[in-house]
């Protein structure tokens, strides 16, 4: 079956940085787009950043660009999101998620990792 697997989650001080890493095993990974998504407390599901099957195209949302960066290892079947100068306003779970090439919606999402940023 299908296993997306989040790691690297933690806590840390405003302004330091963490790498997560979602692990996907299950599916031919170099046909699926993948995401990173958060889900704060209360709060909607909501997409950080997004790359291509390849690895060619991503998209960042504005509050992360400059800060955050995707990244995926194909040969891995991982993803990567790098987050620098980390705010408390990051602090949530952070969720990974894979879409089949071209597909409309995520089929698979990985079970979450914390990330917590303290002022």
């Known amino acids: 079956q299908v296993q997306l697997v989040e790691s690297g989650g933690g806590l840390v001080q405003a302004g330091g940085s963490l790498r997560l890493s979602c692990a996907a095993s299950?599916?031919?990974?170099?046909?699926?787009?993948m995401g990173w998504f958060t889900q704060a407390p209360g709060k909607e599901r909501k997409s950080v950043a997004v790359?291509?099957?390849?690895?060619?195209?991503?998209y960042s949302q504005d509050s992360v660009k400059g800060r955050f960066t995707i990244s995926r290892d194909n040969a891995k079947n991982t993803m990567y999101l790098q987050m620098n100068s980390l705010k408390p306003e990051d602090t949530a779970v952070y969720y990974c998620?894979?879409?089949?090439?071209?597909?409309?919606?995520?089929?698979?999402w990985g079970q979450g990792t914390q990330v917590t940023v303290s002022s």
């Open positions: 790359i291509s099957w390849n690895g060619v195209g991503t």
């Open positions: 998620a894979a879409k089949y090439y071209g597909g409309r919606s995520y089929d698979y």
């Open positions: 299950g599916l031919t990974f170099n046909t699926y787009d």
